[in-house]
C-alpha cells in the first residue's frame, strides 16, 4: 500500500470524500485544493503544488492551476513499490482578495493584516545504502539552516570516490543541483550544507560497497546467495512501470522494464555455500534494496576425508583380482587400480560457484590418483518478456538423484589354502611348477591343476602321478 502524507499551507483538500490515506498499486490518485480565502497558489514552473515519491529515483508530478491560481489538481498513477507519497501546498495572500472558487461575489473585506513571514520548512529524504549517519537526521529543516550529516560505513564497507554521497534537490529554477560529501576516508564522509531558500525538499543518497569482491576476477558480475524468500522478493520488483504525463495533451505514457534481463543465471547448488558480507542486490544500475549475501570466496573444497583399502590376502592375489570402486554422489561410479592397495585414500571436492565447475579429487599419498569432474549445479528456469527465450538449462541432471555419501566397494578373491599351513601354498588362481622330490608334506590330488602336464606326458603318466601325490610322497 501507499501513503499520502498532506503538507498544506493557507489551503485545504475539496474532494475530501475521494481523496484516502492509502493507495493500492494501480489506482490514480486525484486530488482536487482550494487556496483559502484571499489566498492563491504560486504559479512559477517549480512553485506550484506538487506530489514527490521514490520510485527508482526521485520523482515529482506537478498540479495543474485554475480559476485564477485558487485551484490546484493533481493526477498521480500509483506505482508498483512506491511507499509514501509527500504532497506539498502552499498557498500565499493575494494582494488584492478575490472570492474563493465557487464563492458568489461579494463586498470587499477588509483587507487583513500582513501575515508574518516564515521560514518554510523543507522535506528531508534519506537513501542509504550499507551505511549509516552518526546524528539524527531530520525529516524537515527550515530553509536558511545549515544541515550537518556524517555518514559511516558499515564493517566491511566503503565508499567509493568515484560515487561519493550526495545531497540533492530541485533547484528555484528548476535544474537538479547536487553537492558531494567530503571523504575523511573511505569508511567517513560528512558534509555541512546550507539549506537554500525556495526548495521544498532535498535528498540525501549514499551508497557504501564490500570492500573485497569474490569476483572481481570475473569482471562487472556480482553474486549473491539467495533464498525462496528473496527470490519472491526480487520477483516483486522485477518489473517497473513508469507513468509519464504529456504536457501537451495530458495523454499518460507508460513504459515497462524487465530486470530480469539483467540475471545472468539463477543456480541451485547441492552443498552448502559459506556466506561472506552482508549487501544489497543491485541488477545493473538498479539498487533493488534487498539484502543478501555475497559468498565467501569463488573456490570452495570440501574434505569428505579418508580411508584404508586393505590388502586381504597380503599377496600379488590382491592385485591380480580386486576391484576397488568409489561411489561419488552426482557422478556414479569409477574405479581405483592396484596401486592404492594397502595405503589410505583421500577423498575432496572442488567447486568453482561463478561458472558452476566441480571436480572430485582422489589423492594417495599426496598424490593425485584420480579426477572426476562433476555436474552440482542445477539451473532456475525463468523467462524473460524481451527475448523469447527461456533462461536456464530445462534439461535434466539426474545426478540430484543420486545418494549424498559417498562409499567404497572392493570385491576381492580369498586364496584357497591346503588343510595343513606348509611353506608352499597352491592358490586358486596360480599354480607353481617343482621337481616332486622338493615337495615336503601332504598335497591333494583334487588340488592339482589341470594344466600341471608336461609336454610329452600321457594320461595315464599323469593319472599315475596323482596316484602317488595322493597316497602321499614324504622326504625325511
Known amino acids: 500500500m ?21 493507495y493500492s498499486a494501480g489506482e ?4 482536487i485544493l482550494h487556496a483559502d480565502k484571499c489566498c492563491k497558489f504560486k504559479g512559477g514552473q517549480f512553485e506550484m503544488p506538487s506530489a514527490s515519491y521514490y520510485y527508482m529515483g526521485w520523482e515529482t508530478e506537478w498540479s495543474t492551476l485554475s480559476d485564477n491560481n485558487k485551484i490546484a489538481i493533481i493526477n498521480l498513477y500509483i506505482n508498483e513499490g512506491v511507499g509514501k507519497i509527500d504532497l506539498w501546498a502552499e498557498a500565499i495572500q493575494e494582494d488584492v482578495c478575490t472570492p474563493d472558487p465557487g464563492e458568489a461575489t461579494t463586498e470587499p473585506e477588509p483587507e487583513p493584516e500582513p501575515i508574518p513571514e516564515t521560514k518554510k520548512g523543507v522535506k528531508v529524504k534519506t ?27 558499515d564493517e566491511g564497507k566503503a565508499f567509493k570516490d568515484e560515487e561519493k554521497p550526495t545531497i540533492s534537490y530541485y533547484s528555484a529554477f528548476g535544474s537538479w543541483e547536487e553537492e558531494y560529501f567530503t571523504l575523511e576516508s573511505d569508511t567517513r564522509a560528512n558534509i555541512s550544507f546550507a539549506v537554500p531558500e525556495d526548495i521544498t525538499e532535498l535528498q540525501i543518497t549514499a551508497n557504501a560497497y564490500i570492500v573485497e569482491v569474490v569476483t572481481n576476477n570475473y569482471g562487472a558480475i556480482n553474486a549473491y ?14 518489473f517497473i512501470e513508469n507513468v509519464y504525463t504529456n504536457p501537451t495533451t495530458g495523454e499518460q505514457i507508460k513504459s ?23 549487501d544489497v542486490i543491485r541488477l545493473g544500475n538498479t539498487n533493488t534494496n534487498i539484502k543478501a549475501f555475497q559468498p565467501k570466496d569463488v573456490e570452495y573444497i570440501f574434505d569428505f576425508g579418508s580411508c584404508n583399502i586393505p590388502m586381504i590376502n597380503d599377496n600379488t592375489l590382491d592385485y591380480d583380482t580386486n576391484i576397488i570402486s568409489v561411489f561419488l554422489p552426482f557422478a556414479g561410479f569409477i574405479d581405483l587400480d592396484g596401486y592404492v592397495l594397502g595405503k589410505d585414500i583421500k577423498l575432496s571436492l572442488k567447486l568453482n560457484i561463478i561458472n558452476s565447475t566441480a571436480v572430485y579429487i582422489i589423492e594417495c599419498e599426496n598424490i593425485v590418483v584420480k579426477y572426476v569432474d562433476v555436474n552440482i549445479f542445477d539451473d532456475i528456469i525463468y523467462k524473460t518478456t524481451s527475448e523469447e ?9 539426474s545426478g540430484g538423484l543420486y545418494e549424498l555419501t559417498p562409499y567404497v566397494i572392493y570385491t576381492y578373491k580369498n586364496e584357497i589354502k591346503p588343510e595343513t599351513t606348509e611353506e608352499n601354498r597352491i592358490f586358486n588362481n596360480s599354480f607353481e611348477v617343482v621337481q616332486i622330490k622338493d615337495i615336503k608334506g601332504e598335497i591333494k590330488g583334487d588340488l592339482l591343476p589341470t594344466t600341471f602336464k608336461p609336454k610329452g606326458m600321457t594320461t595315464e603318466e599323469y593319472n599315475e602321478l596323482k596316484r602317488i601325490i595322493n597316497e602321499g610322497v614324504i622326504y625325511e
Open 256 to 278: 515497462e522494464k524487465d530486470l530480469g534481463t539483467l540475471i545472468h543465471s539463477i543456480k541451485k547448488c547441492f552443498v552448502s555455500v559459506p556466506k561472506g558480507l552482508s
Open 28 to 31: 490514480t490518485m486525484t486530488v
Open 389 to 397: 527465450r527461456i533462461n536456464g538449462d530445462v534439461g535434466n541432471n
Open 225 to 238: 546467495i539467495v533464498d525462496n524468500d528473496i527470490l519472491d522478493k526480487i520477483a516483486e520488483k522485477r
Open 2 to 22: 501507499t501513503n499520502l502524507e498532506l503538507h498544506l499551507t493557507n489551503c485545504h483538500v475539496y474532494n475530501t470524500d475521494e481523496v484516502k490515506e492509502k
Open 127 to 153: 537513501f542509504l545504502t550499507n551505511c549509516t549517519a552518526l546524528e539524527d537526521i531530520p525529516p524537515t529543516i527550515a530553509s536558511g539552516e545549515t544541515l550537518k550529516v556524517t555518514l559511516i560505513a
